[in-house]
């Protein structure tokens, strides 16, 4: 069974680096194939999804936040971090790190998500 757990800061100021780790068990995050994702849900919206670093350390942004975001990880601790800088009050939300991979039927190949941590709640407020 593969858990993640996400652990940093529930309370970040404006203008601040916001850093988040997610902590992986049951799973390499070096294993073949699976992207290691960062997803976050501001209140009363969806889900955003960040960026992923790959299990060859490849990372990936969305255009959106590439700017402000990078993902980094320590394969000796089967760790992958989030970090996004600048942060605003509308940075705020539960912080989701997750496992996804592509799945590839017969009526085409998608991505998905197989495995989340709990999710972490994060203020950006002075």
Not at 8 to 24: D, N, R
Not at 89 to 96: A, H, L, R
């Amino acid at each position: 069974q593969v858990q993640l757990q996400e652990s940093g800061p529930g309370l970040v100021k404006p203008s601040q680096t916001l850093s988040l780790s997610c902590t992986v068990s049951g799973d390499s995050i070096t294993s073949d194939y699976y992207y290691w994702s960062w997803i976050r849900q501001p209140p009363g919206k969806g889900l955003e999804w960040l960026g992923h670093i790959a299990w060859s350390g490849t990372t990936y942004y969305s255009p959106s936040l590439k700017s402000r975001t990078s993902i980094s990880r320590d394969t000796s601790q089967n760790q992958f971090t989030l970090h996004l800088s600048s942060v605003t009050p509308e940075d705020t939300g539960v912080y989701y790190c997750a496992r996804d991979q592509y799945y590839c039927p017969s009526s085409g190949c998608y991505r998905g998500v197989d495995y989340w941590g709990q999710g972490t709640q994060v203020t950006v407020s002075s």
